[in-house]
């Protein structure tokens, strides 16, 4: 099979038992990555199971274009029911695991069970093996990483760190020293199963179907990748991300508090001369050009070396206020050795010191735990004893629904959280109505796998390019004002869409729109020898929209659960360019309809039998 | 003082104290101790009169010789005594030896076992004859002159001139009737270029079998680059029942010397070797002697014949491997690694031995270049064919009254060598075919007794002239059979490299062993042919393109007889057990009850007196039965 | 004119594009364990380095090869292997002090950097132009000895102990 | 230069050169199993055989050892060169049954069975790895024995070659894959050699890379300041090499 391996590894860990899927079963109707995954998830798991129990699944799936020449294409999809939201979940990662897996001969690996002691597999190729984990046990993500490296420099690992062994809804999967799979809680899936690691070796490659055709397609994407803003500002990207995010009124502060934070301007300054200060190298995943990452040294800090992904300091700043970046720095490198979801995290702090501040809980609560924003060094504390779940980082654990929940005390009230219950994706949702409305409709399981690149997100600072880009997607530059609601089920449409390509292609969600649709579907040609038709492909992306929805509906999912928390309903913003902004219930209840009738969905938001007859789903 | 000869007179002289060894003053008893002697019992024919003359204290000269060919009548003893023509006696035996040992002693003639007596001796080197006295004493008339005997009459012997004529170990004896003066004349008289011409214009071709012409192959090697050269004499004699070489090997082994040196000449070789199977014990130790006795005499060494020449000979054993008889096998033997033929080319003549120019010839090649230098091209070339010249020592073996080995000159008919010199066929048997060339050639039939043998001839019927092994089979003889023996021999002595050869043989075999069985198919005979086509076309070497020769020629000349076993399930010559069975006939069975005793399966019941009865299911086809019966009761069908 | 591959560490990111366009062009397959150039990532230290065939000027490759099946390209001074001539004993592979060749994983050939006949897929893929194909000119070869002395003094540095 | 016709096509080639070589260069295949560049010709297989017509005689003969005469005409695919061959594969295929390059070459020329008895072999003969052993590695580690029929490859009294390097050239050239290596942990056996050696294990990752007499071999080739990281296996050179080249760049 060119572009795929043609195998899915299926190992339940109950049982001992490991066997194979064939891949073609299901590429045709679902490409591959997100799309498979969502397939396997549906028909492996009875409805409402627990999401931590034996019988979930965690399926790890590549795409066609994963670890082929095609630019970008490191990725690996990961989708599970999710244990912070008892809904879909997933999450996406790029780096280098996807294509080892793929050259190992397989496009996928789904987990089923639990073992009974803790256990790790190692796939070389054929080989196959479940193996002793109880010494890798307790480690963290860095120690785990070497130790399975140890002798074996070329093995590519996935593994969970303290946090997932210890079932936090905010745990993430790791892969090496880097790249994360964060979201959804599908650290604490794995964690569940007693699985620490799975580590990847392949020498078998992958087939293409049209090489020459490849190299010229590839070439022609890498051009196109180099032209986004992204490529030309690295390195310094790492620190003028805080400056976007400030420029296009995306930032928020603490747990969305209603005023601007006074040092956000101090602290973006600290930022760029502690970058400034220490030696950064731009990194890439397998065959990007964006060198999105970088490795960071830190002087005087032994052992310490990280490799940061710019995409997660903000949030630390942000949500815990934090305006020294050693503290951001700390922090960030601890969550990636804990095993930790970084936003997550983050949230459920900031959360945490406004129930704090507000009352709700108190010094008794946190075992003398201080969370004060602004308190790095608290906040590390703290972190540290979610991912062990000591005392009150047991409930913190749990995400913030969930948390809030069990806290009790009303403090719903102050929880701010997407559908399900997962933090908001890293930014200001209320003024951005497009996004809110993503956020809440969302089947994916992570709202960044829903929101990533809408043009409203610039509007501010590239006005113009950002009308050019809503004309070409719905047909008027007023879309792109993201206050306005008008257009935006459309424009949510659209990017779910690619992102749901981009996923199961294997690709990388950030240059997926830059480069264009028609460059990914060349390429997915050149390398499977399918020759898809663009309406072809995008039928594919709604039946596994559609099936995503009705694994949801399954699991109980209504119309109302479709939402945010109340809080910013209620809540305006009280300064800034966003003076004065909220989401209007009635108008926000109005693009959902909208949306759900674009999707081809009844008012409850189930998919019409119509729907379902023409996406094959019946 | 040395011994070395350096000038005529010398060698004069040596011929001189030759020629009284050869012909002393007292009675000269020669005994054929050739291999072939020897298994008759000619060792103890040789004891008994040894201890008998030193007993008697008879003065008489006892001297080992070789083999006269005339093999049926083993052991033979010549006697010579001064005033006397040559007398020889035929299937000796110790007894026999002492009566003639009394008679000599009695001043008698003894004319038991005589074969016959020898009135002239001839000199071929030298085109000389030497007449013995006529014994005017006795009536000789009766015993039948040597010369006229059918065995002898038609033979011309070139090679094999010296044969049972001289003592091996004594190279005077080899000087007298001739030998090194070729050598002697090539050295003083002729440029090597001369030689080779000379050769060349004989139209001498090798005797090993592929006969390609000895004169070219000597320009080749003459030709070739290089300061190191071979000469090689090729002494891997393999064929089953052929023996021509051992019995030079044995009788004469200074002509094959001599041939060589002047070969070495011609090419400009300085060092030779003689490829010899280990199977020749005597050949080896005749050879070892020879090379000393050369080296005593200086015609092998530093300074041959005066310094005229530098040449020495060394021996190689060869294990025995029908295959190195090729001779890029037999180098790579000598190389001592697996004697296995390589492609040609480069041929030896230009990368040989140790990858030097390197000329190989054979025994009997060999052995015939002291005549041609001696009596020149033209008279060697006026004997034989028009393309085959000289003569050929044949081993005639099998249904054949008169067992032996001939030299003839080429061109004589087949039937003058199997009716005229080979006596017929023994019992009054019919004769069926002759296989010549050995396991590799082919099968002559009947109806083709009057073709003239020669390389041409023999080839255009199918089979091959060898090294000159013929084996006379008889109505008697299955020729699935005799294909299927051949075959199998091949199929252990090919080296096994070619596909076509090694795996070809094997799957030809088996297709004659399934037909001898009775389990032949239609279609076998086409398919053994296209089998055939492919090994003979396909493989390497001579032994692989010759091998299915026997298949070739006799599902060619006796197809009825293989359509007989295929079709009919019958052996017409009833060889092929699974074919035949054997039944008593009541007419002529006398119930005697012998063939009851005799049958170990207990197949045969009967009463005395009464006809026999065979149990067919317990009859296992020994033969046994057949073999004892007095009354030719038991027959075959 | 003879020419040499060399790298600039500084700008390698550690995508491993280079791997794959090699494995693309010369196997028309994706696979990095046929590729005839490897990164070695340290992940930890945030350090890249592309591990290929230096086409050193006295080759111990060339000097094992018991089947005279390596030798040096007229035209580009690539050291080249003959497939047809090879005989897979594999002693280049063991004496070769950078690992600069390896074994096919599935076919039975030797792999090494050829320098694509002179226009290397690496050099004109690689997104940061981490390559460079430089011929030997004078400048080259001053070029070429700074980029292997990192290599050599390697060498020198093992002699003196452990890694 | 020569100037000779193959299969009606007329080339020009120079001196020197084998018509299986000549074939190949001119991109006329031919099919062989015994034929390897580094030994050269041997004739074994019988495999390669062509038609040809030298002074209007025409014969069979092995194209690998038949050397390229000016004027001669080839015919690589004649009916009587293909009825050769068929029946020589055929041969083969009785001998082999199993070996995928035989198959292989039975199906491309028509041979759908055999007719010739079965022997269930894996080896066909070629002698590659003999000559290879022999001219190549130069330690002459096997051989052939017997003759005929009973002729195989096998290493001097049928027991361990105290000179095999465990190199594993012989079972790369085999073309049938009847020389199986197998490497287990610390050692590496080769049955069809009755031959088991000690492996090399890396000083770095401990992976065994290398049979114990391969690396001493490389050693005695003299290459001096080589020995130091011969105890590496090449991954580890690489890496080794790499970590320092780091060093030096920090």
């Not at chain 2, 096998?329 to 041929?347: T, V």
Request: proline share 4%; aromatic share 8%.
């Amino acid at each position: 099979m060119n572009g795929y391996s043609g195998k899915i590894l299926f190992i339940n860990l109950s049982e001992n038992q490991i066997s194979t899927i064939e891949t073609s079963l299901y590429s045709r109707e679902y490409l591959g990555g997100r799309g498979i995954g969502v397939k396997l998830l549906y028909d492996m798991v009875r409805p409402k199971q627990d999401p931590l129990g034996p019988e979930n699944i965690l399926v790890f799936m590549t795409g066609p274009l994963t670890g082929t020449f095609t630019p970008s294409s490191g990725r690996v999809d990961i989708v599970t029911t999710s244990p912070e939201s008892n809904l879909l979940g997933g999450s996406n990662a790029g780096g280098f695991w996807g294509p080892e897996l793929k050259w190992a001969g397989y496009d996928g690996v789904v987990i089923k069970g639990k073992a009974k002691n803790p256990v790790y597999i190692q796939i070389y190729n054929d080989e196959v093996n479940i193996k002793d984990a109880q010494k890798l046990w307790g480690k963290d993500v860095f120690e785990t990483v070497k130790i399975l490296r140890q002798g074996n420099e070329e093995n590519q690992v996935a593994c969970i760190g303290p946090a997932g062994e210890n079932k936090s809804n905010l745990s993430g999967i790791a892969f090496n020293f880097r790249n994360y799979a964060a979201r959804a809680g599908v650290g604490a899936v794995m964690g569940a199963k007693n699985l620490k690691a799975i580590a990847v070796r392949g020498t078998k490659g992958s087939d293409i179907y049209d090489t020459k055709a490849l190299q010229e397609i590839c070439l022609e994407i890498q051009n196109r990748e180099k032209m986004m803003p992204l490529y030309k500002d690295a390195p310094s990207w790492h620190w003028k991300l805080f400056q976007s995010l400030e420029k296009d009124g995306k930032a928020f502060f603490g747990n969305y508090e209603p005023f601007l934070w006074e040092d956000r301007i101090k602290a973006v300054q600290n930022v760029k001369e502690f970058i400034q200060q220490n030696h950064l190298k731009p990194e890439s995943c397998l065959t990007c050009p964006l060198r999105c990452w970088a490795h960071f040294s830190v002087r005087g800090e032994e052992g310490a070396p990280i490799i940061a992904c710019q995409g997660t300091w903000p949030s630390i700043a942000y949500f815990m206020k934090l305006s020294d970046p050693y503290y951001i720095w700390r922090i960030y490198t601890l969550c990636q050795k804990l095993g930790l979801d970084v936003g997550g995290t983050s949230a459920v702090m900031a959360l945490a010191a406004d129930l704090y501040e507000m009352g709700v809980i108190s010094f008794k609560d946190t075992k003398g735990v201080l969370f004060e924003l602004g308190n790095g060094k608290a906040f590390a504390e703290a972190i540290e004893k979610l991912a062990k779940r000591e005392d009150f980082g047991d409930i913190l654990a749990e995400g913030i629904k969930k948390a809030v929940q069990k806290i009790g005390r009303r403090a719903e009230r102050y929880a701010v959280h997407s559908k399900g219950g997962t933090e908001l994706w890293l930014m200001e949702v209320r003024p951005f109505k497009g996004a809110a409305l993503a956020c809440a409709v969302t089947d994916s399981g992570s709202c960044n796998r829903a929101t990533y690149a809408f043009p409203d997100f610039y509007y501010r600072s590239m006005q113009k390019q950002a009308k050019m880009v809503a004309k070409n997607i719905v047909g008027k530059e007023e879309a792109a004002d993201p206050t306005t609601y008008d257009y935006k089920p459309k424009t949510v449409l659209f990017y779910e869409n690619m992102h749901i390509f981009a996923d199961s292609l294997g690709v990388c969600a950030i240059p997926f729109q830059p480069v264009g649709l028609e460059l990914w579907s060349r390429s997915f040609s050149a390398c499977t020898g399918i020759k898809l038709q663009l309406n072809d492909l995008m039928l594919t992306v709604e039946r596994i929209r559609t099936l995503e929805r009705l694994f949801n509906c399954r699991e109980g999912l209504k119309r109302e659960d479709d939402t945010l928390s109340e809080r910013l309903f209620k809540e305006a913003i009280k300064e800034g360019p966003w003076k004065g902004e909220v989401l209007d219930r009635e108008k926000f209840e109005a693009m959902k309809d909208e949306y759900y009738f674009l999707r081809g969905w009844d008012k409850d938001g189930r998919p019409t039998e119509k729907t379902l007859e023409k996406l094959g789903l019946k | 003082m040395s011994k070395k000869i350096a000038s005529l007179r010398e060698l004069d002289e040596l011929r001189k104290r030759g020629l009284k060894s050869l012909y002393p003053d007292k009675p000269r008893i020669m005994v054929g101790m050739a291999t072939c002697g020897l298994a008759t019992g000619g060792k103890k024919v040789f004891e008994i009169l040894s201890k008998g003359i030193e007993k008697n204290g008879m003065d008489a000269k006892l001297v080992p010789t070789g083999c006269l060919g005339y093999c049926q009548k083993e052991p033979l003893v010549d006697l010579l005594r001064p005033g006397w023509p040559r007398i020889i006696y035929q299937q000796m035996d110790p007894e026999k030896a002492e009566k003639l040992l009394d008679n000599i002693n009695q001043g008698n003639i003894w004319r038991e076992n005589v074969l016959a007596k020898m009135e002239e001796d001839e000199f071929l080197i030298f085109d000389e004859k030497r007449k013995y006295p006529s014994g005017s004493k006795a009536n000789l008339n009766n015993i039948p002159s040597y010369q006229q005997l059918p065995f002898y009459k038609k033979q011309l012997r070139i090679a094999t001139r010296n044969c049972g004529f001289i003592n091996p170990t004594n190279l005077a004896e080899y000087v007298a009737r001739g030998g090194y003066y070729s050598l002697f004349k090539v050295l003083t008289q002729y440029e090597p270029e001369q030689v080779i011409e000379e050769v060349m214009n004989s139209g001498l071709r090798g005797r090993g079998g592929a006969g390609f012409p000895t004169g070219r192959k000597w320009i080749y090697s003459r030709q070739a680059k290089g300061d190191t050269k071979y000469v090689i004499c090729n002494a891997d004699e393999g064929d089953p029942g052929a023996y021509m070489d051992r019995s030079i090997l044995e009788g004469d082994p200074h002509s094959i010397l001599e041939g060589m040196i002047i070969g070495a000449y011609a090419i400009g070789a300085r060092e030779g070797y003689i490829y010899v199977r280990a199977e020749y014990p005597l050949a080896i130790e005749r050879l070892k002697e020879a090379i000393h006795q050369a080296q005593d005499y200086g015609f092998l060494g530093n300074d041959i014949l005066g310094g005229r020449l530098s040449f020495s000979i060394n021996i190689s054993r060869g294990a025995g491997a029908f295959v190195c008889g090729e001779e890029t096998a037999l180098i790579a033997s000598i190389e001592g690694r697996q004697g296995e033929p390589r492609p040609r080319p480069p041929f030896p003549a230009q990368s040989g031995l140790w990858g030097k120019p390197s000329n190989i010839n054979n025994v009997e090649t060999w052995a015939n270049i002291p005549v041609i230098i001696a009596r020149g091209a033209d008279w060697f070339s006026q004997i034989g064919t028009q393309r085959s010249k000289g003569t050929k020592v044949f081993s005639v073996v099998g249904k054949i009254n008169n067992t032996g080995l001939v030299e003839v000159p080429m061109g004589i008919t087949l039937r003058e060598i199997i009716y005229d010199i080979g006596g017929g066929i023994p019992g009054g048997k019919k004769f069926k075919a002759v296989q010549t060339g050995g396991p590799s050639g082919g099968c002559v039939p009947s109806w083709l007794l009057n073709l003239p043998v020669d390389y041409e001839q023999l080839t255009k019927v199918g089979s091959i002239m060898g090294s000159g092994g013929m084996i006379v089979i008889d109505e008697d003889t299955c020729v699935v059979d005799l294909a299927r023996y051949f075959l199998s021999f091949l199929q252990d002595e090919s080296c096994g490299k070619c596909t076509s050869c090694r795996e070809g043989i094997v799957w030809m075999l088996e297709i004659l062993t399934r037909i001898t069985h009775g389990k032949g198919e239609e279609g076998d005979i086409e398919l053994l042919e296209q089998i055939a086509e492919v090994v003979k076309n396909a493989s390497l070497c001579g032994l692989g393109k010759t091998a299915p020769n026997s298949v070739l020629t006799t599902s060619l000349y006796f197809k009825d007889e293989y359509e007989a076993h295929i079709k009919d399930k019958q052996c017409p010559a009833r060889v092929c057990r699974d074919l035949i069975t054997y039944i008593i006939n009541e007419e002529k069975c006398t119930g005697c009850m012998r063939c009851v005793k005799e049958c170990v399966q207990e197949a045969i019941v009967g009463e005395r007196r009464k006809p026999h009865r065979i149990i067919q299911e317990k009859c296992i086809k020994c033969g046994i039965c057949y073999e004892t019966c007095k009354f030719d009761a038991i027959k075959l069908e | 004119m003879k020419k040499v591959l060399i790298v600039n560490l500084e700008k390698c990111v550690g995508c491993r594009t280079c791997e794959l366009i090699c494995s693309l062009t010369h196997e028309r397959r994706c696979n990095p364990a046929e590729a005839r150039i490897t990164v070695i990532k340290f992940e930890e230290k945030g350090q890249n380095i592309p591990m290929y065939c230096q086409q050193c000027e006295t080759p111990v490759c060339e000097a094992v090869c018991p089947a005279k099946a390596i030798y040096r390209d007229s035209l580009t001074g690539a050291m080249l292997v003959d497939t047809k001539r090879c005989i897979g004993c594999r002693m280049c592979i063991l004496a070769c002090p950078i690992g600069g060749l390896s074994f096919h994983p599935t076919r039975k050939e030797i792999i090494k950097c050829d320098l694509c006949k002179g226009d290397p897929a690496c050099v004109k893929y690689c997104p940061e132009g981490a390559f460079e194909v430089v011929s030997l000119d004078a400048i080259g070869v001053k070029r070429r000895r700074e980029n292997i002395r990192k290599f050599s003094s390697y060498l020198d540095m093992m002699t003196g102990g452990k890694e | 230069m020569l100037k000779i016709v193959i299969d009606g096509k007329e080339a020009e080639v120079e001196e020197g050169l084998s018509v299986l070589e000549l074939a190949e260069k001119i991109g006329v295949k031919i099919p062989t199993l015994c034929y390897h560049p580094a030994v050269g010709a041997y004739g074994a297989c019988r495999v390669c055989i062509v038609e040809v017509i030298e002074k209007g005689l025409s014969k069979l003969t092995t194209s690998c050892t038949c050397p390229v005469e000016s004027g001669i005409e080839v015919k690589t695919n004649s009916e009587k060169v293909k009825k050769t061959r068929k029946l020589i594969v055929e041969m083969l295929l009785a001998r082999c049954p199993d070996a995928k390059i035989i198959q292989d070459l039975a199906k491309q020329l028509g041979v759908e069975k055999t007719r010739a008895p079965q022997k269930n072999e894996n080896c066909i003969l070629c002698g590659l790895c003999v000559r290879i052993c022999r001219e190549i590695i130069a330690v002459d580690a096997v051989g052939f024995a017997n003759r005929g029929n009973k002729r195989k490859v096998t290493t001097p009294f049928e027991i361990q070659s105290d000179v095999c390097l465990g190199c594993g050239a012989c079972a790369f050239v085999c073309p049938t894959g009847a020389i199986k290596i197998e490497d287990v942990e610390d050692k590496r056996k080769i049955d069809m050699w009755h031959t088991e050696l000690g492996k090399v294990k890396c000083e770095r990752c401990g992976r065994y890379f290398s049979p114990v007499p391969l690396l001493e071999q490389i050693k005695k080739k003299g290459l001096r300041e080589m020995s130091d990281f011969l105890g590496l296996c090449p991954d580890c050179r690489r890496l080794v090499l790499a970590n320092k080249l780091m060093g030096r760049e920090e």
